[in-house]
């Protein structure tokens, strides 16, 4: 089948390999983007998607908490360009918007959206429409979650307008709270522990390094050990618990909630642009820069 230039741009941006290698892995695999990347890690011509890692929208992520801090909202809401995310206009919709999600606690977008900007207001809907004719961009309301406390403790920690953390803790105080936040923002866990690891994301990279160990040619049982130790690096590297805290790299964090007597039950990170990615439309001019060898 034909591969385009677009997928195989694609490719080489989420693996970081070749023109070629992502050419022929896109072929080998009938242009499936995501089963070429399983492929190539498997041969170890790439290390891992980076897909995910991408911020390709701009936009705003507000976070707002109750007076009496039993109840926090953080909410992502996307502009086209950084320079739109910067007017004040733009700026106080976030905030009301995420003023409202606080207040009303709506179940899904489509819920928020119908409710009023402010007490009397247009709907937020509206009011998003009245803003794009304005600005001359598009705007959406991308995404929220809205938590109570039940007694517990929350974290809150923004890292500019781009990344919002809220952390759920049980024991401890106010500034071990923030600190996990903090960790989070700069360090990425996808989940608390081990046990909440989704079964197939493990299936899935335990799948790949079976492929990767079997290509060193080493018996059966040390590469079962080598697989093993791969996993269990792995399990670290993506749970909260399991790094090492970003403050103090000889601790964990489950260390340093253990110290404390505190336990986290869940958090929210949320970061502008995640899993949005703009197109690209110099593909040709870097493929000709290539041909000349610049």
């Known amino acids: 089948m034909a591969i385009s230039a677009a997928q195989v741009k694609e490719l080489r941006e989420r693996t970081g390999a070749g023109m070629m290698e992502c050419k022929k892995a896109l072929v080998e ?7 070429a990347i399983e492929a190539m890690r498997k041969s170890g011509a790439a290390k891992a998607d980076k897909k995910a890692g991408r911020v390709a929208a701009e936009g705003v992520v507000v976070i707002e908490k109750s007076p009496d801090g039993n109840q926090v909202a953080i909410v992502e809401i996307n502009a086209e360009t950084d320079f739109v995310a910067k007017q004040e206009s733009f700026s106080q919709f976030t905030v009301d918007v995420a003023r409202r999600v606080l207040s009303d606690n709506p179940s899904s977008l489509d ?26 961009e598009n705007i959406s309301v991308r995404r929220f979650v809205r938590l109570e406390s039940s007694g517990n ?3 809150v920690y923004q890292h500019g307008a781009r990344i919002g953390v809220i952390v759920t803790l049980q024991g401890g105080d106010d500034t071990l709270a923030k600190d996990i936040a903090m960790h989070i923002a700069a360090i990425k866990p996808i989940c608390v522990s081990e046990t909440d690891i989704p079964a197939d994301v493990l299936s899935r990279e335990r799948e ?9 040619g080493k018996p059966e049982n040390i590469i079962e050990k080598m697989v093993d130790g791969k996993v269990k690096k792995f399990i670290k590297e993506v749970t909260l618990l399991g790094q090492s805290f970003v403050k103090d790299s ?4 489950e260390k340093l909630l253990s110290n404390k007597g505190a336990r986290v ?13 703009k197109k690209s439309e110099n593909f040709a001019d870097e493929v000709m820069a290539q041909a000349k060898g610049e």
């Not at 000889?250 to 964090?253: A, E, G, R």
């Open 208 to 216: 790949i390094f079976v492929a990767q160990a079997a290509e060193s």
């Open 153 to 155: 403790t929350f974290g």
């Open 29 to 35: 695999n009938e242009g499936d983007i995501d089963g």
């Open 265 to 277: 039950t869940d958090f929210i990170r949320m970061e502008v642009g995640e899993g949005i990615e």
């Open 250 to 253: 000889d601790m964990t964090v």
């Open 111 to 136: 819920a928020l959206a119908v409710m009023p900007i402010t007490e009397g207001g247009a709907t937020i809907e509206d009011t998003r429409q009245e803003l794009v004719g304005k600005i001359g």
